[in-house]
């Protein structure tokens, strides 16, 4: 999991790509905007730029952040398509508001990011048994927490993030070498495991159509301009 999914698939759906380490099976990608660049713009806002900071929010507030949801495109978001910059925030009632204290502005970004990420993986009827994540994100403890627990599988680390350069290093030692790739490269070594609190899993599952809800009517472009 990182700004860009990739997603083992059977069958062809979405933007599919050949394996290139398993020709029988096929590769979906999913490209958000607002992965890294909106948790950034959060952090510095909110938490004097500090993910330690932003970090001790997350543990502060609770999960589903007292029904507080945000829905937040700091740049036109690709999946799902919308073309504008624009922060929505909704209180428990789903009335939007100006902004959040800074604790639920962290919480929200996280939260309501991969709310979103669920939600587009689970309408491809893809179900994941494990994520890997492997984007710098995924050296945040906090965070991949989250992941694990919206998601409600293992979430496994690698040591070494970044990795699509690391990918892109591999592919140019395989065309170099060639061969069959994991004779040439091997398999990535992940060294240590997220396990899911299920409690909380059912918490975002109940909360999952309330925000797909909110996602939608921001999609449908009938809401006022926020900051």
Same mark, same amino acid.
């Given at each position: 999991?990182?700004?860009?999914? /990739? ?12 394996? +290139? ?24 806002? !909110? ?6 900071? !932003? ?30 910059? $624009?922060?929505?925030? &909704? ?6 508001? $100006? $902004? ?5 502005? /962290? ?6 990011? &991969? ?12 179900? +994941?048994?494990?994520? !890997? /994540? ?10 991949? $927490? ?41 398999? +990535? ?6 396990? +899911? ?31």
């Amino acid at each position: 999991i990182s700004s860009a999914s /990739a997603i083992g698939a059977k069958e062809p759906i979405g933007c599919i790509f050949g394996n +290139p380490v398993d020709a029988n099976t096929l590769m979906r990608l999913i490209c958000f905007k607002n992965g890294s660049l909106t948790r950034d713009h959060i952090k510095e806002k !909110f938490a004097k730029g500090s993910w330690d900071t !932003f970090n001790s929010y997350l543990s502060a507030t609770p999960v589903g952040n007292n029904g507080q949801i945000g829905v937040y495109f700091l740049e036109p978001e690709i999946a799902p398509f919308f073309p504008r910059r $624009q922060l929505y925030r &909704f209180d428990k009632s789903d009335n939007l508001v $100006q $902004q959040f204290d800074d604790a639920s502005e /962290a919480r929200a970004v996280i939260e309501g990011h &991969f709310l979103s990420v669920y939600h587009q993986v689970v309408i491809s009827g893809i179900h +994941p048994v494990s994520l !890997f /994540a492997t984007g710098g994100a995924s050296q945040n403890n906090s965070i991949t $927490q989250i992941i694990a627990d919206i998601f409600g599988v293992d979430v496994f680390l690698t040591s070494q993030p970044n990795s699509a350069a690391i990918g892109a290093a591999l592919r140019a030692v395989h065309g170099v070498k060639g061969g069959k790739y994991n004779d040439v490269v091997g398999h +990535p070594e992940f060294t240590s495991r997220v396990n +899911p609190n299920l409690e909380n899993h059912k918490v975002y599952n109940s909360i999952l159509a309330r925000y797909v809800e909110l996602e939608n009517k921001v999609l449908a472009g009938t809401l006022p301009s926020q900051a």
